[in-house]
């Protein structure tokens, strides 16, 4: 088997890959029917509900040791109102990276992990124009932030893309 491919746990099939990364399309909150409501917005980086909740889309990575890859899920955080504002307002600015991180919650459930991971702390930092915002979790117990801190080999890679592919996250190349 050439690295390309893995066999997946999941269902025993040889699939491509694995996926470097996976991604929510919008934070758990967002209903689509949203789309068509006043003061609602989704777009690739950004969400509104109601006028009253803020999101940010933004990068958990986690380093792959013995490939040297890193895998990401690109996720959903909420923000304050007031962190929203100043991250919309130095979106296209060169320099923004020099921005204090924002504290945020984690918006979104990751399939496969316990317990769930809505809802996490997080500190969101903004990264030059034209990457996305480097979330990094609460150094807690929970097992992502431990894979974030700790790191995980192509066979913890292999895992996820056996579940992910199965169960809901999409596959693709991080934003």
Not at 37 to 56: P, T
Not at 119 to 127: D, E, L, P
Not at 129 to 134: A, C, E, K, L, N
Request: proline share 10%.
């Amino acid at each position: 088997m050439n690295t390309d491919e893995f066999a997946c746990g999941t269902c025993g099939s040889t699939h491509s890959g694995p996926p470097l990364s996976f991604a929510a399309p919008a934070p758990d909150f967002w209903q689509p029917q949203m789309a068509q409501s006043e003061g609602c917005l989704l777009d690739s980086d950004l969400c509104v509900i109601s006028g009253e909740r803020f999101f940010v889309r933004g990068l958990i990575e986690l380093p792959v040791w013995d490939t040297g890859d890193v895998f990401t899920y690109s996720m959903w955080v909420s923000l304050s109102r007031p962190n929203f504002t100043r991250a919309v307002d130095v979106w296209e600015q060169p320099g923004r990276e020099e921005e204090p991180p924002y504290f945020g919650w984690l918006s979104n459930a990751i399939p496969g992990y316990e317990p769930t991971t809505l809802n996490m702390k997080t500190m969101v930092h903004t990264r030059p124009v034209g990457q996305p915002p480097y979330i990094e979790l609460e150094p807690t117990g929970h097992p992502l932030a431990i894979e974030q801190r700790a790191g995980i080999f192509r066979a913890r890679v292999e895992e996820i893309a056996a579940y992910q592919l199965h169960h809901g996250l999409e596959s693709g190349p991080h934003r």
